[in-house]
């Protein structure tokens, strides 16, 4: 049987119409989001915040871009799940976001089901137990 968690997932994108509309499609679903609207800003709510689950990162962030606000929140807390969102999906794009240390990535514009996809898919990996993201549609 699936199970439905109380969720935290921090949304950390430069983009204000970008949250609002994963804000749009997850309204329904069980989970907390966060938002930080640059990179420095995104460490801060990880070294605030400790029961996140999952970080959503914009590769493209002002001030620290996602790449190195990834690396520096890997060395607060190593097992943190980080997937990049990128517009690129150029296969040395994904190269490059895979060797930073994320764990997966997802192309804009972000599609709803291939999202909770890949969430299920980084969540189950990381976590070695049965953590699903359902959808309360």
Same mark, same amino acid.
């Given at each position: 049987?699936?199970?439905?968690?109380?969720? &935290?997932? *921090?949304?950390? $994108?430069?983009?204000?119409?970008?949250?609002?509309?994963?804000?749009?499609?997850?309204?329904?679903?069980?989970? *907390?989001?966060?938002?930080?609207?640059?990179?420095?800003?995104? &460490?801060?709510?990880?070294?605030?915040?400790?029961?996140? !689950?999952?970080?959503? $990162? !914009?590769?493209? $962030? #002002?001030?620290?871009?996602?790449?190195?606000?990834? %690396?520096?929140?890997?060395?607060?807390? #190593?097992?943190? #799940?980080?997937?990049?969102?990128?517009?690129?999906?150029?296969? *040395?794009?994904?190269?490059? &976001?895979?060797?930073?240390?994320?764990?997966?990535? &997802?192309?804009?514009?972000?599609?709803? !089901?291939?999202?909770?996809?890949?969430? @299920? %898919?980084? $969540?189950?990996?990381?976590?070695?137990? @049965?953590?699903?993201?359902? #959808?309360?549609?």
């Amino acid at each position: 049987t699936l199970q439905i968690y109380e969720n &935290i997932i *921090s949304f950390l $994108m430069n983009y204000y119409t970008s949250y609002k509309y994963l804000i749009r499609i997850l309204k329904n679903d069980r989970i *907390s989001i966060l938002q930080a609207v640059n990179g420095l800003e995104a &460490i801060e709510i990880v070294k605030t915040t400790p029961d996140i !689950d999952l970080i959503l $990162m !914009d590769i493209r $962030m #002002p001030v620290l871009d996602g790449f190195e606000a990834t %690396k520096q929140i890997k060395l607060l807390k #190593p097992d943190l #799940p980080v997937i990049a969102q990128t517009a690129y999906a150029f296969s *040395s794009e994904k190269e490059k &976001i895979l060797q930073a240390g994320f764990n997966d990535y &997802i192309t804009k514009p972000i599609e709803y !089901d291939k999202l909770l996809t890949i969430i @299920n %898919k980084v $969540m189950n990996k990381v976590k070695k137990l @049965n953590w699903w993201f359902i #959808p309360n549609c």
